[in-house]
């Protein structure tokens, strides 16, 4: 299968800075990336859809400027949490279709802390 | 709105018996169907999927799940549970084509009894 790495795996950062969190597809190219937020033993929920060149689409209660995503190229995908709080703790893991009507391939995830 | 149901948030089993995780959806159009697997701490691994065609679907480890559209459900089985197969499973929904947009079920831990 194809390969999607996320790096760091974890993360601990003080209230206030930015976190970059990074998802690469290492063996195809990717227009599109998704990223996932999971709160401690609960589901995953669909937090933005990455798009290469142009402006990610958030989902509803998502705030944006909190939550900034950047495409940068067909292989990199950069989620930055801007001014983190405590409350930003989370999981949050990629996922990369290899390309249209086929499945999407998730990273390993990364573990943000905020103290 | 597409969402997905696991009715059950614990199960715990015996080590060589029989398992099924539940899973309902609701969705207008042809579902994408997926289960994945996440070990503490850990990504998530792909169990099987469904697009279209054979309603038993066979996937990784010994499972398999069937799609009962009557029923808007995709069951998880597997026939004799081993202890590494403890870990948390997601079925999943795709909003659209295969794998994009996914919505989760809120999750079944499965522990099992030595």
């Known amino acids: 299968g194809a390969v999607v790495s996320q790096h760091p795996s974890r993360v601990i950062c003080k209230s206030g800075t930015s976190v970059k969190i990074e998802c690469r597809s290492l063996?195809?190219?990717?227009?599109?990336m998704f990223w996932y937020r999971q709160f401690p033993k609960k589901s995953l929920m669909l937090m933005a859809t990455s798009n290469e060149g142009s402006k990610a689409t958030y989902e509803q209660g998502v705030e944006k400027d909190k939550f900034l995503i950047n495409h940068a190229s067909l292989t990199l995908s950069t989620l930055t949490v801007t001014s983190a709080h405590p409350e930003d703790s989370s999981f949050y893991i990629c996922?990369?279709?290899?390309?249209?009507?086929?499945?999407?391939?998730f990273g390993q995830g990364t573990r943000l802390t905020v103290v | 709105a597409q969402s997905v149901t696991q009715p059950d948030i614990h199960i715990t089993v015996s080590e060589g018996a029989s398992l099924e995780l539940r899973c309902n959806y609701s969705y207008g159009a042809t579902p994408y169907l997926f289960w994945y697997v996440q070990s503490p701490g850990q990504g998530l691994q792909l169990l099987l999927k469904y697009f279209s065609g054979d309603t038993l679907v066979q996937g990784i480890k010994g499972f398999e799940a069937e799609f009962k559209r009557s029923q808007s459900s995709f069951n998880l089985r597997k026939p004799s549970v081993h202890w590494s197969d403890a870990a948390e499973y997601f079925c999943?929904?795709?909003?659209?084509?295969?794998?994009?947009?996914?919505?989760f079920g809120g999750g079944t831990r499965l522990m099992v009894k030595p």
């Open positions: 063996d195809f190219q990717a227009t599109t």
């Open positions: 996922s990369a279709p290899k390309g249209v009507g086929t499945e999407a391939f």
């Open positions: 999943a929904v795709a909003r659209e084509y295969a794998g994009n947009m996914l919505t």
